[in-house]
């Protein structure tokens, strides 16, 4: 089928340049990508992956009152002690891994 219809979209220059860089390395260009991701929505018959507010979300150590910090900073103390959670190398590790750092 001819591609003819155009789609105009505005969004972020620093997603853009992130998001084609990564199409580039893939060799796909980004009017494919979009092609791919519309055949997916049509596909699914809906977003084709979740859209949803994560369930851990980032503790904001700043807006925590000293007895709420000091629950949480006991609460890794227990967990130390217990042999549970991982080490600082692996925690800094998954946090880059999962935003891209």
Known sequence: MAKTANLYARIEPDVKAQAES????????????????????ILQRGIPFDVKIPQHSV??????????????????YVQMLNGEGESAKDAFSSIRKEYNL
């Open 59 to 76: 503790l904001d150590a700043s807006k925590l009152t000293e007895e709420q910090m000091d629950a949480e900073l006991e609460k890794g």
């Open 22 to 41: 990564i199409l580039t390395s893939l060799g796909i260009p980004a009017s494919n990508a979009i092609n791919m991701f519309y055949k997916q929505i």
